[in-house]
C-alpha cells in the first residue's frame, strides 16, 4: 500500500486492528475469554480494540494541534518582535515595504540620510523625535520662552531670518519692508556666500513652506528677479533656467549646502518659483506670480560681508531712493563704508574679466584720500601721491591674501593714460595682461575697458576668511569663537594674532644638525608659518661632578653593602655624561649578582632589566657606589634608570659630550629629544630657541617656506607613545600583518574599523580598540621613545609598540561628546552658533539662535551616525565578524541592525 499520504495512514491503523482481531479469534488464549465464558466477549473486545485505534488517532491529533499553535504563537512572537525592532529603529515600512508604519511616518522623513538602506531608520535621530518628541522650542529654556512672549516675539527658530536679506514680499509677510531695494538684490546675490536664494510662503502646503533655490551657473542679467518671483520661471534667453543644469531646489539650507536631499522633481513653467517641482513629485499652485497664485510670502538673499558701491550691466544698481539715485547713496557712503570695514578691503568683481582679474582685492594700508573713487573709476595711477603702490596700497588675488598681506601683485605697468582699476598691473610681470580694466564715464555707466562690472567695500572685516583654513582643527575652531579669553589673543577674524619671525640671538646658526624636517612651521597656529624649527646639539651646564671612582663593581653607598656584582663588558658598558654637563663622568653597565648569570642585556635604549637578576646600572659621577642596592626586577621595584636608557656612550672617562653633527633620523612627532641632539624652534616674535623638554608634543606639519599660509594637514594618524605589550595578553590584540610600511598598517586597521594601531619586532602590525576612548594599548606602560628606536627603521623592539591613534576615524560616543554647534557642515552657520551660543546671556535674540543651531547641530549629528552605521566600513574577506566593529550583520547587500 501507498502509506505517504495521511489518509492512507490512518487506513493502514484499522487494517492493523482488525488483523489483531482476526489473530485473537483464531488463538485465544486463557487471558482473552474470561472464565465465565461471556458470549459478547468478542464483540466487546472488538469495540475495544477498535476504540483503542481511536484514542491513538485522537491523541495525535491533539499533539498536532497543539505543535501548530505552539508555532503560530511562535511565530506571531517572532512577527511581533520584528515589528517592533522596525518601528523602534524608525523604518517608515515593515518587511516588504508596502504596508507603512503609522508611528514613524511623520517623524522628520527628511532628515534621514539618504544613504540609509530602505526599511532601516537613523535609531539615534528617531530617538529624538519619536520618543522623546524633541520639537525646535525643546534646547529654549522656560525663562526664554516667557521672556519671548513678554517682548511679543514668535518664538519659532525655524523661520527666523538671521543671516538672510529680503528683497521681494507680499501679503501677510510684506510686514516691515525689505531690507534689499529691488535693484540691489543682484549685487547682494553677487557676493553671498553660496548663491542661494530662499522662499517662505505662509500659504503654502507643507512641503513647500521653505524651498531653497541654488545657483550654479552665472547670472548676466537683472531680469533673474523676474524669472524668480513672477516668472518665466523656465528662464528667457538672458537668463537661462534649466533644472540641474542652472540650479537645484531643496527643502532646507543644510541640504542646499551640502547638496543632499535635492528635489527629485523639477519641472519649470510660466509662473515663478517653484513652478511646478516638488520634493517627489509634480505639484501645482505653489508658485509665486503677478495676480492669482500664493498670497503671503517672501524672498531672501543670503548675508554677505559685502556693500555694493557702484557696477555695470548686471552690477548696477537703478532707481530712486527718496529723491537719489541709489548709486550715489552708497557712493556718498564710500569712505564712511571702507573706514568701518576693519581691513579697508575694496573688491572689484568682473564677469568677463580672466581670472584672477575676476575678483581683485585693492587693500589700503594709509587713510583714503577723498578722490579714492575718481582714482579706482577713472584715472588708477599706482604711483602717484596718496596711491603709491606697497605703501598706500597693495593689490590681491583672495580675500584671504588680503586679510592676511601676503602674496600681494609685485607689477604695476609704468602709468600712460587715464584708465581705471586695476590698470595695467598684475601678480608679476610676466603674468600681468593689460586690457582687464574698467573706465567709468558716470556712476552706473561704463564708459570703456571691461563692462559687466561692481565695486564693492567689506561690510564690517567679520568675514569668513577662517572658515576658509581648512587647517586649523576642530578643537582650535571652537575655542577661538566659543572661549576666546583662553584662546589667545585675536584678531578680528577670530584668528590669532601672527608675529614677526623672531632671531637667533646668540645662538649659531652654523651649530644646526642638518634635517629634512628642518624649516618653517605654525607652532603659535596663527595661520602663517612664522616660526623656524631645527635640529640642534643637546646643550651643556656650567659644572661637573669628578668621574665615578669605582667602575669595579662591587660595593654600593659607601661599603654599606657589600655583596660582589658582575660587570657585562660589551659594547655598551663605558662612560656616559647622564646629567648633560658636557663631561663623560657616569660609569654604566650590565650587572648581576652571580657570575653564571652574567650576560649582555642589549641595547639600554630599549629595556634596563633582562630577566630577573640581570639590569642596567651606572655609578653616578663624584661617589663610589653604584645606584641601585637589588635586581629590579626580582624585587618587583622600578629601575633607578627608567625603563630605558637613550644617553649615548662615550669615547672615554671624562671626554668631552660627543657633539653632534649628523641627524639621528627622528620624526619630531615622536619625539623632539634624540641623544645628542632636540628639536629646538625660534619661535615667532621671540628671539632664541625653545629649551629640551619645551614640547610635550610636536604635531606640527613642515610648511613650504617662511610666512607661507598653514598647510592643510595631511596626516592620517597621530603619534601617540611608545608602550610595553605582553605576549600572553596583548595590549592591541590583533595582528594583521608582517611586513607592513607605517601606511599599510594604519589603511588596514583603518578598514577594519579600529581606533589605534601599534608596529612592533620587525614590521609587525597590530590593531585594537573599536572607540576612541579605549586606552589599553597603554594597559602595561609607557615608555620613552627610545625603547622603541624613536620609531624609525624596521625594528621597535622586542615586545614594544609605537603606537598610532587612528585620525577621523567615526566614533558615534566621542562625536556626542562634542558641542552641539561643531557638526553643522556650513562654515558660517557654524561660526554663527558658537558666537550666538557665547553671547546667549546677553539678549534673546542669541539665545533663540543658539538654540536654533544647536538643534541644527544634532540634526547633523544624527546624519554622520546614519552615514558609518549603514555604510559597512570592511568589504574584504580578511576582515571578519568577529573582529568588526558594526558585528556580524555586517555585508555590501545588507542593513546594520
Keep these: 500500500c501507498d502509506c505517504k499520504k495521511e489518509k492512507d495512514y490512518n487506513m493502514l491503523l484499522r487494517v492493523l486492528a482488525l488483523a489483531s482481531v482476526f489473530a485473537w479469534c483464531v488463538a485465544p488464549s486463557a487471558a482473552q475469554f474470561p472464565l465465565n465464558g461471556d458470549p459478547g466477549a468478542l464483540k466487546k473486545m472488538v469495540g475495544a480494540k477498535l476504540n483503542e485505534t481511536s484514542q491513538v488517532d485522537s491523541k495525535r491529533n491533539k499533539d498536532e494541534g497543539l505543535m501548530d499553535r505552539a508555532m503560530h504563537f511562535a511565530a506571531s512572537k517572532e512577527k511581533q518582535k520584528t515589528i517592533q525592532e522596525f518601528i523602534e529603529r524608525g523604518s517608515l515600512s515593515f518587511p516588504g515595504g508596502e504596508e507603512v508604519i503609522e508611528q514613524n511616518k511623520d517623524a522628520g522623513v527628511q532628515i534621514i540620510d539618504p544613504r540609509t538602506p530602505k526599511g532601516f531608520g537613523n ?30 516675539r514668535q518664538l519659532n527658530p525655524e523661520t527666523d531670518t538671521v543671516g538672510w536679506r529680503k528683497f521681494w514680499s507680499n501679503g501677510q509677510m510684506n510686514e516691515g519692508g525689505s ?80 547638496g543632499t536631499n535635492k528635489w527629485r522633481h523639477c519641472e519649470t513653467n510660466s509662473k515663478g518659483l517653484p513652478g511646478h517641482s516638488g520634493p517627489d513629485k509634480k505639484s501645482d499652485n505653489e508658485f509665486t506670480c503677478g495676480t492669482g497664485c500664493q498670497p503671503d510670502y517672501a524672498y531672501y538673499v543670503e548675508e554677505g560681508n559685502w556693500l555694493p558701491m557702484a557696477g555695470t550691466r548686471e552690477f548696477h544698481i537703478p532707481g530712486t531712493r527718496d529723491g537719489t539715485r541709489k548709486e550715489e547713496i552708497w557712493m556718498n557712503d564710500f569712505i564712511t563704508n571702507l573706514q568701518a570695514s576693519g581691513n579697508n578691503i575694496v573688491r572689484r568683481m568682473c564677469h568677463v574679466c580672466t581670472p584672477p582679474y575676476d575678483d581683485l582685492y585693492y587693500r589700503r594700508y594709509t587713510d583714503a584720500p577723498s578722490d579714492l573713487l575718481w582714482t579706482l573709476f577713472r584715472d588708477f595711477n599706482p604711483d602717484k601721491i596718496g596711491n603709491k603702490m606697497g605703501v598706500d596700497f597693495d593689490i590681491f588675488s583672495t580675500l584671504e591674501d588680503a586679510v592676511r598681506q601676503i602674496n600681494a601683485w609685485e607689477y604695476c605697468a609704468p602709468y600712460t593714460s587715464e584708465i581705471g582699476f586695476p590698470a595695467q598691473c598684475g601678480p608679476d610681470y610676466d603674468s600681468h595682461l593689460n586690457d582687464q580694466w574698467t573706465k567709468y564715464n558716470s556712476i552706473g555707466n561704463h564708459g570703456s575697458g571691461r563692462a559687466h562690472t561692481g565695486f564693492f567695500v567689506q561690510n564690517d572685516g567679520t568675514d569668513m576668511v577662517k572658515f576658509k583654513q581648512e587647517w586649523l582643527s576642530e578643537e582650535e575652531e571652537m575655542m577661538a569663537f566659543l572661549y576666546p579669553d583662553e584662546y589667545g589673543q585675536t584678531d578680528d577674524l577670530g584668528l590669532k594674532v601672527c608675529h614677526d619671525p623672531g632671531s637667533y640671538g646668540t645662538e649659531n646658526p652654523e651649530d644646526d644638525i642638518p634635517d629634512s624636517h628642518n624649516g618653517w612651521y605654525d607652532v603659535t597656529r596663527c595661520g602663517q608659518c612664522n616660526d623656524y624649527c631645527r635640529w640642534v646639539p643637546l646643550g651643556t651646564s656650567s659644572t661637573c661632578s669628578p668621574p665615578s671612582d669605582n667602575s669595579a663593581g662591587n660595593g654600593w653607598n659607601g661599603g654599606q653593602w657589600n655583596m660582589q656584582v658582575f660587570e657585562a663588558q660589551d659594547e655598551f658598558a663605558g662612560w656616559y655624561d647622564v646629567d648633560g654637563c658636557g663631561e663623560c663622568n657616569y660609569y654604566c653597565r650590565w650587572i648581576t649578582w652571580w657570575d653564571w648569570l652574567l650576560v649582555s642585556g642589549g641595547n639600554p635604549s630599549f629595556r634596563t632589566t633582562y630577566g630577573p637578576y640581570v639590569w642596567w646600572d651606572c655609578a653616578p659621577a663624584g661617589t663610589n657606589y653604584h645606584s641601585m642596592d637589588h635586581a629590579p626586577e626580582y624585587y618587583g621595584r622600578v629601575n633607578y634608570w627608567g625603563s630605558t636608557f637613550h644617553h649615548g656612550k662615550c669615547d672615554g672617562e671624562g671626554s668631552a659630550t660627543f657633539a653632534a653633527t649628523s ?23 621671540s628671539v632664541g630657541g625653545t629649551e629640551p623638554g619645551h614640547f610635550d608634543e610636536f604635531e606640527h606639519q613642515k610648511c613650504s617656506g617662511e610666512g607661507a599660509v598653514t598647510p592643510t594637514s595631511t596626516r592620517k594618524d597621530r603619534f601617540v607613545g611608545c608602550y610595553v605589550d605582553y605576549v600572553d595578553a596583548r595590549a592591541l590584540p590583533h595582528l594583521v600583518g608582517v611586513g607592513f610600511t607605517h601606511d599599510q598598517c594604519e589603511s588596514t586597521c583603518r578598514a577594519k574599523g579600529y581606533h589605534y594601531f601599534g608596529r612592533q619586532y620587525y614590521e609587525e602590525c597590530w590593531c585594537g580598540a573599536l572607540t576612541l576612548e579605549d ?81 541644527r547641530g544634532m540634526e547633523w549629528l544624527a546624519k554622520e551616525i546614519s552615514a558609518w552605521l549603514d555604510s559597512p566600513i570592511c568589504a574584504t574577506k580578511d576582515c571578519t565578524t568577529y573582529v568588526h566593529p558594526l558585528g556580524k550583520d555586517v555585508g555590501n547587500a545588507k542593513g546594520t541592525f
Design 775 to 855: 586606552d589599553t594599548y597603554s594597559r602595561y606602560g609607557e615608555l620613552d621613545p627610545a625603547a622603541c628606536n624613536y620609531c624609525n627603521g624596521d625594528y621597535f623592539g622586542d615586545a614594544r609598540n609605537c603606537v598610532y591613534e587612528i585620525l577621523d576615524q567615526f566614533d558615534a560616543e566621542a562625536e556626542w561628546k562634542k558641542h552641539e554647534c561643531s557638526h553643522i557642515p556650513v562654515q558660517d552657520k557654524r561660526k554663527q552658533c558658537y558666537i550666538s551660543c557665547r553671547d546667549a546671556d546677553e539678549d534673546l535674540t542669541n539665545q533663540l539662535v543658539c538654540a536654533k543651531l544647536k538643534r
Design 179 to 258: 531690507t534689499v531695494w529691488n535693484g540691489e538684490f543682484l549685487p547682494f546675490f553677487f557676493t553671498s556666500a553660496n548663491q542661494i536664494i530662499r522662499r517662505t510662503c505662509l500659504s503654502c502646503k507643507k512641503d513647500f513652506e521653505e524651498i531653497y533655490y541654488k545657483r550654479k551657473t552665472p547670472v548676466r542679467s537683472r531680469e533673474f528677479l523676474t524669472v524668480l518671483v513672477s516668472g518665466p520661471f523656465s528662464g528667457t534667453n538672458a537668463v537661462p533656467n534649466q533644472c540641474g543644469t542652472d540650479f537645484d531646489l531643496y527643502s532646507s539650507y543644510a541640504d542646499a549646502i551640502a
Design 123 to 152: 535609531p539615534f535621530f528617531r530617538k529624538i523625535h519619536v520618543q522623546e518628541n524633541l520639537d525646535q522650542r525643546a534646547l529654549v529654556t522656560e525663562a526664554v520662552t516667557k521672556a519671548a512672549i513678554a517682548l511679543g
Design 663 to 685: 641627524s639621528e633620523g627622528i620624526e619630531p612627532r615622536v619625539s623632539t629629544l634624540g641623544e645628542t641632539m632636540q628639536f629646538s624652534c625660534i619661535m615667532s616674535g
